[in-house]
């Protein structure tokens, strides 16, 4: 019975989390009519430090961070250079230029990018399926932004395309590189925000750009900070936690896509062009053979 509620429990706070991601494309693009890529990660990254840090009160871990050594916390302060400062700064910047639908249905191929890099990175061999994985997400990429016009190749933002491309290289290399990381996942998202919050300080700071809010905007870092950034990954790691096998879980996010194309359409306004759902049919379509590829690597061993 024990393991049956757990169960419940994890298929809850998955499909929590799950609809939670699924509003932040939405966020994302109304709050940048009102603010700027940088304040609204600073604010958005404020807003996680302090939400995280409720988190600990309430579980009554706080005092864990006075006991954290120099040694134990210096590699979570340097990975908040990659997430959330640069990543979240890229992917940002991109769906400024990019439709939401677009920045968001591109943003799923960072499973194939982080399979690549495992490749150099981690001394991971590369398997035929594997081929097949990256091909069907690439292609997927390149459908959206070319909204379906191959031929031609025509983007209407080859930035913002770029750039959301390189923000799966970053999400990617946060992984790989956290893997070192033995921190509490809660500690560890912490101290990645607080020092992502202070690197966008000092660059606005250096680039002249202003941090003022404004009312809109600032709410719309703050339900970022809590949702994307906050009470969400703790939601998603409880569901893993507790769930008797990480795939039952897991699979859940594949709702997430088309969750959130349809907030998009209807509070961002866009019409949903059907080469979105195509290429993103592909891109999904590729990190499931890459799962199956994983599965069969990991059976060889």
């Not at 339900?223 to 699979?251: C, D, H, K, P």
Request: a positive charge.
């Amino acid at each position: 019975m024990e393991k049956q509620s757990n169960q419940k429990k994890a298929y809850l706070y998955g499909l929590a989390a799950v609809c939670l991601w699924s509003t932040v494309a939405t966020a994302f693009k109304l709050s940048l009519r009102h603010l700027g890529p940088e304040p609204l990660l600073f604010y958005a990254s404020l807003t996680s430090v302090l939400v995280l840090a409720v988190i600990l009160v309430i579980q009554g871990r706080l005092k864990e961070l006075t006991t954290l050594t120099w040694k134990e916390a210096r590699f979570s302060l340097v990975l908040g250079g990659l997430n959330p400062f640069l990543y979240y700064l890229i992917l940002i910047r991109a769906y400024d230029l990019l439709r939401a639908q677009e920045a968001q249905a591109i943003n799923y191929t960072w499973a194939i990018t982080m399979s690549i890099l495992s490749i150099p990175l981690l001394k991971q061999k590369i398997r035929g399926l594997q081929f097949a994985a990256i091909g069907l997400s690439y292609l997927g990429a390149l459908i959206i932004s070319t909204h379906g016009d191959l031929l031609g190749f025509e983007m209407e933002s080859p930035l913002g395309f770029a750039l959301a491309m390189s923000s799966t290289v970053i999400w990617a290399l946060f992984w790989i590189f956290g893997v070192k990381d033995r921190l509490d996942p809660t500690l560890r998202l912490l101290l990645n925000f607080c020092c992502g919050a202070f690197y966008t300080l000092i660059w606005a700071l250096l680039s002249g750009i202003s941090l003022l809010p404004n009312g809109p905007g600032f709410l719309g870092a703050v339900y970022i900070g809590v949702f994307e950034m906050g009470v969400t990954f703790v939601l998603w790691m409880s569901a893993l936690r507790l769930s008797r096998t990480t795939a039952q879980v897991s699979n859940l996010i594949y709702l997430a896509p088309f969750l959130s194309l349809f907030i998009i359409h209807f509070l961002v306004g866009e019409t949903i062009f059907s080469s979105t759902l195509v290429g993103l049919g592909f891109i999904l379509a590729g990190t499931v053979v890459q799962k199956f590829a994983d599965a069969q690597g990991s059976s060889e061993q």
